[in-house]
């Protein structure tokens, strides 16, 4: 690390809080720091919700895939803007119907508060686990490249430094402070990444472009997979990238907190779709620096080239090609995308906790030390968001003694709870005479269904693709509840007959 990289680098980590403040300004109220006062504008929603979305391991995965398979990412997007055009016109409207704090609140108003705490929950849980095996994991390369750069820190050093610096303006600024601190950490790590691919190109030979469209570098989707077990096959990219992008963009709280702290149901479709094309674009920047960088090593594999993972090859590049002051920006980048994740996730699962879980929530006001209801509650809602923050970093630090397998079956975990969120959703918009007593047995039971689905469903011996793990899920919840509804229609019609006989 050169003074240059080390200047750049805290120019970020002082300015970006300090601007993020400036902008969002301390929240006075609990409606102010969980829903952002309703007035965000649509493209700073739009940044925010590619940022989100966007983690570490997106920077550095995205380049490795690409350098391997090509642009299979950016066909995966196709598949996101599908998921997201259906969400923008079937679920939107739901969500704008009245005020709401969380995006189970609708489930609430359709079959009572015992579904909506079920969603809820289920979404707290498995965004935890996710959250902190996708910390985890993202700290790796950043703490591998600081060690190349002969500045060594282990990885719960490095998340519970990060932690503390994304509470300093999210307990502040609340949704506001997240939402121009996404936007804000987008435009650093879209310079870098731009800034990266520009001198890659700079320096590869004549005919790259030739050499990259006759060695297949291009081509948006992978044809000789199965379907069900790769996510780059055309039906998975683009039937399971939509069915992924209708479950998170739909029903996840990380995702809707953004469309309804818009302004109106056109500033929300417009934030929503917008992020689909801004996750495409920067997929197709990412992959752009991957093909590159496989021209960078002269065409040969990961292996050939001296890596043992295709996730190594980007941080390497960074670490030991990149001229002073554009690796402290590219380490900037990194550290934005895991602050933009963070942050946003701290603040999703606090308004859930404060929304869902309002009675329970009832007792704890008297421990805030005021009698202003409303202090009361934003003092609540800023102690649930650290006490969120430590149970990141907890469960965050608990994979450092696990396996990659311990790895990937917690990121799936979190796709297991879209399946039953997804079905109750849909049964609630296409099934009218569905009520509770269907659904919250059938939400109960499709649960272990998606897990089942996870450890034993093995197409051509390979577990199934990401997207894939919401249909059990949200298949069994379906079937279940028309069998529920059926059978209390049968024993209705039998009490009936017995009354007029």
Known sequence: MTTLDWLTLLAYLAGMPALALALAGRQASAHAYLEGHGDLPWWAL????????????????????AYGSGMVFVGLALGYLLGRGIVAWAFLPLYQQGRMLSAYDWLGQRFGHTLQRLASGTFLLTRLLAEAVRLFAGMLPLAGILAALHFSLSAPVLLAAIMILTL??????????????????????????????????????????????????????????????SPFTPLAAIGGGAVLSLASHGTDQLMVQRVLAARSLRDARLALMGSAIGAGLLFSLLSLVGVLLWVHHGGVSAAQAGFTRTDAIFPAYIAQDLPSGLRGLMLAAILAATMGSLSSTLSAMTAAVMGDFSTLCRPLLHWCGTPNPD??????????????????????????????????????????????????????????????????????????????????????????????????????????ALISHAIGRMRHTVRRNRTFS
């Open 375 to 480: 202090l009361a509650r934003l003092r609540l809602a800023r102690a649930i968001t650290a006490f969120w923050a430590v149970a990141l970093v907890l469960c965050a630090s608990l994979f450092a003694h696990a396996g990659q397998a311990a790895v990937l079956v917690g990121l799936s975990i979190a796709a297991c709870g879209y399946g039953p969120m997804l079905g109750s959703y849909l049964a609630g918009m296409l099934l009218p005479k569905l009520n509770a007593r269907d659904l919250v047995p059938a939400f109960c039971l499709s649960l272990p269904a998606s897990v089942l689905g996870m450890l034993f469903l093995r197409p051509h011996g390979q577990p199934l693709a990401f997207a894939w793990l919401i249909a059990p899920g949200m298949g069994v919840l379906c079937v279940a």
């Open 46 to 65: 739009c940044l925010s919700l590619v940022a989100t979305e966007t983690s570490t391991l997106t920077l550095i995965s995205v380049p490795g895939i």
């Open 168 to 229: 300093a303006y999210t307990l502040q600024g609340g949704l506001r402070a997240v939402v121009w601190s996404d936007s804000i950490q987008f435009a650093v790590y879209l310079g870098g990444s731009l800034a990266c691919a520009a001198l890659l190109w700079h320096a590869a030979p004549p005919g790259t472009l030739d050499m990259l469209h006759e060695a297949g570098r291009f081509s948006l989707f992978t044809h000789h997979a199965p379907a069900f077990t």
